[in-house]
């Protein structure tokens, strides 16, 4: 419904910084043009939906912002029942009997398309008088199409935006009403004696999608079910829990961490067999209140790893703050390390301080028995990559490792 605008006025709905700008665009036209309101609509099959008006007079009452295309002038105009511009409605009697004329009273009208990049028709550019008008002619065409594409330029990064959003939308909803996504196991393992420990339980979605699970899981916070999505990822993990010797290392966002029903749920869980992962791809604000957080549940015997720790810079903050249990090495210092000098000074310096701080190391992203066998004699603990084996199901995990050469289990 529209407010009461006074003289001049631009009615702003969603949008509000683009419309303003529209706005200024609709002011030019009905100044330049001489007519009492100009406005922007988007049109879909069946209604027309004002979004953005600026008007000369003040409006007499709430007015409806969406109506029957049938109902419009727009639509008229586009199917070619009328013409783009008319300086006076009374030469058309199907356009008196419209709405717009019998109701509002307008009596000289000026209509052209909105068209996006793509060619598609987004809506209508449109100026109105309440009164007939001799001096509007189709020589006023060629001012509001250039007005109504500079329109277009303004409105479609949303307008783009939205669709993502509603395509992400359309993909994780049945995901999330379904449970989740699929979790499945992936080893850890003693480098020394290359016996599983545990496994980082691993979020999968459609193969179809193409994307990696962080991907994924960005897309959900961007549809604001991040939360939501994390805490069903959690609870499938939790599930393996009585199904796999070892512990589970789970992954968890920090502002996810800090919901009640994250931590509800981690305190019902056997602790002393969690493995809580922190990415420091995402930042923490508040280090007081993350501690707060963690200290009952590491209290009961619950760890807390640092993972990707190498490929930013916030990691060590995490270390040194949070004092992990475990500090997982990022793949980018473990992949070739058994050829290359400066990734075996970064990983050994790293181990150094995992030796201060009292915290087991995990390398990520073992491949090869090269680097297995380089990142054990640099004293790293535990391994976890395709050299082990791919995130598989819990029947697949293998309690030993021995044999380099043993094929891993397929995905």
Not at 6 to 12: R, T
Not at 55 to 80: I, K, W, Y
Not at 83 to 101: L, R
């Amino acid at each position: 419904m529209l407010t009461h605008p006074g003289p001049g006025d631009v009615v702003l709905h969603e949008r509000l910084a683009e419309n303003q700008q529209v706005g200024e665009l609709l002011r030019t036209a009905r100044q330049a043009l001489g007519l009492s309101v100009a406005f922007l609509s988007r049109m879909d099959d069946t209604h027309q939906h004002i979004e953005v008006i600026d008007s000369a007079l003040p409006m007499d009452g709430p007015q409806s912002m969406t109506h029957p295309v049938e109902d419009t002038f727009c639509q008229a105009v586009m199917d070619g029942r009328l013409p783009p511009v008319i300086p006076d409605m009374q030469d058309f009697p199907d356009a008196m009997e419209m709405p717009g004329a019998r109701l509002l009273h307008i009596r000289s009208f000026v209509s052209v398309p909105v068209v996006l990049s793509d060619g598609s028709v987004y809506g209508t550019f449109c100026a109105a008088g309440l009164t007939p008008d001799s001096r509007l002619s189709t020589r006023d065409i060629a001012l509001m199409e250039v007005l109504a594409q500079a329109a277009s330029v303004i409105i479609e990064p949303q307008i783009r935006n939205q669709e993502r959003l509603s395509e992400i939308e359309g993909r994780l909803r049945p995901v999330i009403a379904a449970g989740g996504p699929t979790v499945l196991l992936q080893p850890l393992v003693d480098l020394a004696t290359r016996r599983r420990v545990g496994a980082e339980a691993l979020s999968r979605f459609p193969q179809e999608w193409g994307l990696p699970p962080d991907a994924c899981f960005a897309q959900a916070n961007a549809i604001g079910e991040g939360h939501r999505l994390e805490l069903l990822a959690l609870r499938r993990a939790a599930d393996h829990l009585p199904h796999v010797s070892g512990y589970v290392s789970m992954n968890v966002s920090p502002s996810t961490l800090f919901s009640p029903d994250c931590t509800d749920f981690l305190s019902r869980l056997p602790l002393d067999r969690v493995v809580l992962e922190l990415s420091e791809h995402d930042p923490v604000e508040d280090y007081d209140a993350l501690k707060a957080v963690l200290a009952p549940l590491r209290g009961r015997g619950m760890r807390l790893a640092i993972d990707d720790v190498g490929a930013g810079f916030s990691s060590l903050r995490h270390i040194v703050i949070t004092a992990p249990d475990i500090i997982k090495l990022d793949r980018s210092i473990v992949a070739g390390i058994a050829g290359d000098t400066v990734l075996s000074v970064v990983a050994h310096a790293l181990v150094e301080l995992a030796g201060a701080t009292g915290a087991r190391l995990v390398a990520e992203g073992v491949e090869t028995e090269a680097d297995a066998a380089a990142l054990e004699g640099l004293g790293v603990d535990l391994g976890q990559g395709w050299h082990f084996g791919r995130a598989t199901t819990v029947s697949e995990l293998w309690d030993y490792y021995r044999v380099a050469e043993r094929q891993a289990p397929a995905a």
